[in-house]
């Protein structure tokens, strides 16, 4: 006579037990993981497009030293604005207020943005044009877009910058100058590396990296 061996009842909800605490603790970091190649590679999509809408309109227009010639900062960065974006797929003009909502940049300087625009697929972009006496423009992205996400640098929340002496680059410095310790933007990481591990480091200076691009 053959016998047929199984488990239990107690054995099997010991197992189905084990099983839960497992996937509870490894799901979450699964899903974070996931999201966060997401947004790696829409933040790099999006880096690639502003230098493409920045090219293009160099290409165009002539280097941007001599765009505002004659004229005030005001209507230099609205000219900034229009020659930036003129070259870029968007569903919408916006400003800070409708188009970024509250936000953390780590800084006040993305407060007084005049200029934004919402992408088609939701990301919205600020712009902090450069003066007609010279300077560096900014440009702010939410990935999440309007209110939603965690609106934080660094997390959805990133910048670019755009100087007379190259394109659309990630750290706020000339090109002979060197980033102090602690200054390396969240940006340029994920640019440079192609991740967000960044997030798993004690502080913000990224591990002690303070190399940018």
Not at 145 to 165: P, Q
Request: hydrophobic share 35%; glycine share 12%.
């Amino acid at each position: 006579m053959k016998r047929f061996f199984a488990f239990t009842l107690a054995e099997t909800l010991v197992v189905m037990g084990i099983i839960g605490v497992v996937a509870a603790l490894t799901l979450p970091n699964l899903n974070q993981s996931t999201g966060n190649k997401e947004k790696v590679v829409k933040l790099q999509k999006i880096y690639s497009n502003l230098n493409d809408a920045f090219g293009r309109a160099t290409a165009v227009y002539g280097p941007i030293d001599e765009w505002c010639t004659g004229l005030t900062d005001a209507n230099c960065q609205k000219r900034h604005f229009e020659r930036i974006t003129e070259f870029m797929k968007f569903s919408k003009q916006c400003t800070v207020s409708t188009c970024l909502g509250k936000f953390d940049t780590g800084s006040s300087e993305g407060q007084s943005l005049q200029y934004g625009v919402i992408l088609n697929d939701g990301a919205t972009i600020g712009i902090k044009p450069a003066l007609a006496t010279g300077g560096v423009g900014v440009f702010f992205v939410d990935l999440d877009g309007l209110n939603k996400g965690a609106n934080k640098h660094g997390v959805d929340f990133f910048t670019f910058y755009y100087g007379h002496s190259k394109g659309v680059h990630t750290c706020p410095y000339e090109d002979n100058q060197s980033p102090t310790s602690g200054s390396v933007r969240a940006a340029d990481w994920v640019i440079r590396y192609g991740n967000m591990d960044y997030l798993k480091c004690n502080d913000l200076k990224f591990g002690g990296k303070t190399t940018c691009k």
